[in-house]
């Protein structure tokens, strides 16, 4: 386990050297990242010019859903995007042979290879967008409360990462199959606005088939006090359940994969 | 001229047949494009909560984002990201040796992939208009016409205007980051966020006069059957100064940008 | 009847200095340290209709940057150019329909689509006549063996067929003038010939002009009868191919792998040891006197295998640059 934590460490370092020496992107993608989120809070502020609240969120509390999606974008472009995507490549150009002969965890290795630096900058703004709408409301969430939020933001994290594995593993059948993040981040734009926005079987498939209120809402209502923590085990039950079908179906279609190949 | 015709007849042929060599990535693109319909969802929302607005209830909305949400992927191009890596890495240079403006390259392969969108993708939603009771565009020949037209008009100004931005890829890196800032800028006086309708008398009027509403709000307001005659005129009268506005700086740029175009990277 | 016309090129880039560490890169977001590049500085020469002309230099020398202001590419910083009557730069259009600049690693191919396709492009942008297209396709598809790669698509073919492809895209249009920019590069030894063996069939066909830039001898020996070497942005020798190898490297290199370790003496009184490496020995041995030696070396060596070459191109500038030139 330890040796696996010393690999991250050797990945991700040179790839932050090589990074950095672009240092007009570093500050540019930092500016962008703020004029984005300024321009999300804006254009959630139009809605509100014609009512106070929209399904009982108002426009502080619908800030907080708005930063955590921030949060959540960011963090899938650091880790499951970069490397997920990759896989098309690595089935076309015989790659994923090499990675299955390391005496390394194949998905370990898929999953966490690479880490994409650019957009640093959504995470740390999106959380301190979540903070900055907690104090317009002069809310200070409690000691039990700031650690639900944080079992679900990482449930919410495992989650977003196991179902966007499930979405890329049938590369390995269909090698062409480009851009299956695409979906994923659109899917994910529901996730700006809380789940009670939406309505009938269109919320059911956002909770259960792809879980995105547990990404964005969910956390949100846990900072609000609105969560018990009877709901923290559902998310983390489903993350958990999620992950493993995740790493059973990578292994189902190794086996695919090495059975075929020649 | 005929020979630029006969140009213009092979290129988008084979930017026809790229873009059919895409297809699957193209409909995957357009699939998960679902922020206008999200940001439907929110004011129909709204609209539960508060009650119509100013005369736009759940049907008009509804009406407005479908068509919002096609009408986006004919006038929306990427050219500017082209303009950025053709000067960065240095890909530009094989078009320069050629007796054609890079122009006619960039404005052929976009129209391609919207040829592909009209004749795959728009065909899907005219039949879930048509089907779905809570659309309706009630307009007739004449200003569907228009409409086909202010959508057009919406494609040459988003060309020209990327391309003006686009040449500025010879001084800066910045330039598609730019582009952003712009678009994100524009997208509250486009009609993307809200129907202009919905925003104060102020704003309004200021829109009516900017390049972003061509790329949008005037085409769907024109389907939605919101503007008069004169009106319609008015808004061609602004897409075509813009238009002409974004040529100049486009061809402006491009002269001196060329002079220090360095061609690196062999 | 001269057709290039090179006057005292000069070419400078302004290159911004980057400084290292974070506070470096902070200041130099403020203020640009800028430094001068001299690609070419000062080069002459002419080129008659109808001459192969090979240009040798090592990277970076100002090859690609000569060709590149012949081709219109780039704006001189000073100095003349005039090809076909024309001034480059100014990029007139009856000037880009006259010649063609290929370059190793960059392509004009569609890449998702057939060669045939980007053949059919060039065509109407060149607005070529019906008739001399097939002409000029039929011969091209014949002499570089297109047949079975037209209607693949470009991104499927190897290195090598793309290389083919390229260059027929570039020729359809009956270019007077032909600028190649590293040919061969990269290509496997099959490849590189048939290249060759074209550019020389269609030099004599057409009586195109030709002025190549490589890294391979084999290009250059096969091909041109003259050569132009340029080192730092400036021409150090132009003349026969001949007289520059005689005159500069009138060596060759004998490759020995040897069965078992020989005495240096035995070694050394055959020819120059260039390098001893366990079993495997290279001497550097007279043109006049390779057949000789490498006779004498099968018979009084435990010689396991052996192989004459020529000098590496580098290996000759080298000579070059160290002993001066005979032409400048």
Redo the contacts between chains.
């Keep these: 386990m330890r040796n696996y934590f010393r690999l991250l460490g050797i990945f991700y370092k040179n790839t932050l050297i090589g990074e950095l020496e672009y ?3 570093f500050w ?1 993608n930092l500016a ?1 990242s703020l ?2 989120l300024t ?1 999300a809070a ?2 959630v502020r ?2 509100f ?3 106070d ?3 009982g969120w108002s426009y502080p509390e619908m800030l907080i859903v708005m930063g955590l999606f921030f949060f959540m974008n960011g963090y899938r472009q650091i880790v499951p995007a970069p490397n997920l995507s990759r896989l098309s490549e690595y089935v076309r150009m015989g790659t994923l042979d090499y990675i299955l002969t390391k005496p390394v965890d194949s998905q370990f290795l898929i999953s966490l290879r690479h880490i994409g630096v650019y957009n640093w900058g959504d995470p740390l703004l999106g959380l301190g967008l979540a903070a900055y709408a907690l104090w317009r409301l002069g809310r200070v969430p409690s000691v039990d409360q700031l650690l639900l939020f944080v079992l679900l933001c990482v449930a919410g994290m495992v989650l977003l990462y196991s179902f966007s594995l499930i979405l890329q593993t049938p590369t390995i059948w269909l090698v ?5 993040d ?2 994923v ?3 994910l ?2 996730g ?2 809380p789940i009670n ?2 309505r009938g079987w ?1 919320r059911g498939m956002l909770t259960l088939i792809f879980p995105i209120a547990f990404m964005t809402t969910f956390p949100a209502q846990a900072l609000l006090g609105q969560l018990n923590w009877g709901m923290a085990a559902a998310a983390i039950g489903l993350a958990i359940l999620l992950f493993t079908l995740s790493s059973v179906f990578w292994r189902f279609a190794l086996r695919y994969y090495t059975g075929a190949s020649s | 001229m005929r020979r630029l015709m006969r140009i213009y007849r092979v290129l988008i042929q084979t930017a026809w047949a790229t873009a059919l060599e895409y297809r ?2 193209v409909l ?2 357009i ?5 206008p319909l ?1 940001m439907m ?3 129909l ?2 609209v ?3 009650g119509p ?1 100013t005369g736009w209830g759940r049907a008009d909305f509804i009406s407005y984002y479908v068509g919002a949400a096609l009408v986006y992927h004919f006038t929306f191009v990427w050219t500017v990201w082209q303009w950025e890596e053709d000067i960065r890495t240095g890909d530009l240079s094989p078009k320069l040796l050629k007796p054609l403006d890079p122009f006619h390259y960039l404005l052929t392969e976009q129209f391609g992939w919207k040829v592909f969108i009209l004749l795959f993708v728009a065909p899907l939603v005219m039949v879930i208009a048509w089907a779905s009771p809570a659309i309706h565009y009630p307009i007739t020949v004449a200003q569907a016409a228009a409409f086909g037209l202010s959508v057009a008009a919406g494609f040459m100004l988003s060309m020209l205007m990327t391309s003006a931005f686009g040449v500025l890829a010879f001084w800066s ?2 330039v598609s ?1 730019l582009y ?2 712009w678009v ?2 524009g ?2 006086l486009s009609g993307w ?2 129907p202009l309708a ?2 104060p008398t102020g704003i309004r009027q200021v829109a009516y006069w900017l390049p972003f509403r061509s790329t949008l709000g005037f085409p769907m307001e024109i389907l939605t059957d919101r503007l008069t005659w004169p009106e319609i005129g008015f808004g061609f009268a602004v897409t075509f100064g813009w238009c002409v506005v974004f040529l100049v700086l486009y061809r402006i740029g491009w002269r001196a940008g060329l002079k220090r175009y360095e061609a690196v990277g062999a | 009847m001269n057709i290039i016309h090179v006057d005292n090129l000069v070419k400078h880039y302004r290159v911004h200095h980057r400084e290292a560490g ?1 506070r470096g ?2 200041r ?2 403020f203020r640009r340290q800028y430094e001068t590049v001299r690609a070419v500085d000062g080069i002459s020469f002419d080129i008659a209709q109808g001459e192969i002309v090979g240009f040798l230099g090592p990277n970076g020398a100002g090859k690609t940057t000569t060709l590149k202001c012949l081709s219109g590419l780039l704006y001189p910083t000073a100095g003349q150019v005039t090809v076909l009557g024309f001034t480059p730069h100014r990029r007139e259009r009856s000037y880009l329909t006259q010649f063609t600049l290929v370059m190793g690693q960059r392509n004009q191919l569609l890449w998702d689509l057939p060669a045939i396709e980007t053949f059919l492009v060039n065509q109407a942008i060149y607005d070529v006549p019906e008739v001399e297209f097939r002409e000029m396709l039929d011969e091209l598809v014949a002499l570089l063996n297109l047949e079975p790669l037209l209607t693949k698509q470009v991104r499927k073919l190897s290195l090598g067929e793309r290389m083919k492809c390229e260059l027929a895209a570039s020729l359809l249009h009956r270019p007077k003038v032909l600028f190649l920019d590293e040919p061969t590069i990269g290509l496997d030894v099959t490849a590189q010939a048939a290249i060759r063996d074209f550019i020389l069939t269609h030099n004599r066909r057409h009586n195109a002009t030709v002025l190549l830039t490589s890294h391979y001898m084999a290009d250059v020996t096969a091909l041109a009868d003259r050569i132009l070497v340029i080192e730092s942005g400036r021409l150090i020798y132009d003349g026969n191919l001949g007289g520059l190898v005689e005159r500069t490297a009138p060596y060759k290199l004998l490759r020995l792998t040897l069965e078992k370790p020989v005495d240096g003496h035995d070694l050394s009184a055959l020819g120059e040891i260039e390098s001893a490496d366990g079993l495997k020995v290279v001497l550097r041995v007279p043109r006049r006197n390779t057949k000789d030696v490498a006779a004498r070396a099968l018979a009084s060596l435990p010689v396991a295998d052996v192989t004459v070459e020529e000098p590496q191109v580098e290996e000759i500038i080298r000579e070059v640059f160290r002993k001066g030139s005979g032409h400048a």
């Design positions: 240092r007009l992107n540019a962008l004029f984005w321009w804006l254009s139009v809605y010019f014609h009512t609240t929209i399904a062409n199959v480009e851009r299956v695409a979906v981040q659109g899917l734009e529901t700006r606005f926005f939406f269109i | 699957a990535q995957l693109w699939l998960s494009s679902i922020f999200v969802v929110v004011w929302a709204v539960d909560e508060a607005l890196t910045q980051n952003q800032l994100g800028v997208s509250f966020i809200a919905l925003f | 974070l890169s902070v130099s977001l």
